[in-house]
């Protein structure tokens, strides 16, 4: 399974965002899919993580009530949307794909990993 992750962009404070990750190959397994951030000069961390049927999310504190995570599986891709955006949600997205269905917030436990995609936010 491979990974791309797309729609970022630049936006002012207050502004929305729509993420999506498509994955492609086959696998007959499973997977838990998450969005990590990383800013410059600081740690990756998780943002949301939804489980293969959606009924399992998670999210960081700082997003609830403004983030969504979303999957369609007969598309393969998963959604974030960014809603009442602040400029510390600005950095580098990505999105990943956990085998063991663990909904960990740690990122070492994820498998496969897209390229990322940016996100600014201006104030």
């Known amino acids: 399974v491979q990974l791309q992750a797309s729609g970022g962009g630049l936006v002012q404070a207050g502004g929305s965002l729509r993420l999506s990750c498509a994955a492609s190959?086959?696998?007959?397994?499973?997977?838990?899919m998450a969005w990590f951030r990383q800013a410059p000069g600081r740690e990756r961390e998780f943002v949301a993580a939804?489980?293969?049927?959606?009924?399992?999310?998670d999210y960081l504190d700082s997003v609830k009530g403004r983030f969504t995570i979303s999957r369609d599986n007969a598309k393969n891709t998963v959604h974030l949307q960014m809603n009442s955006l602040k400029p510390e949600d600005a950095g580098v997205y990505y999105c990943a794909a956990d085998f063991s269905q663990s909904m960990s917030v740690q990122s070492f436990e994820y498998d496969i990993w897209g390229q990322g995609t940016l996100v600014t936010v201006s104030s």
């Open positions: 939804i489980s293969w049927m959606g009924l399992s999310i």
């Open positions: 190959g086959r696998t007959r397994n499973r997977y838990v």
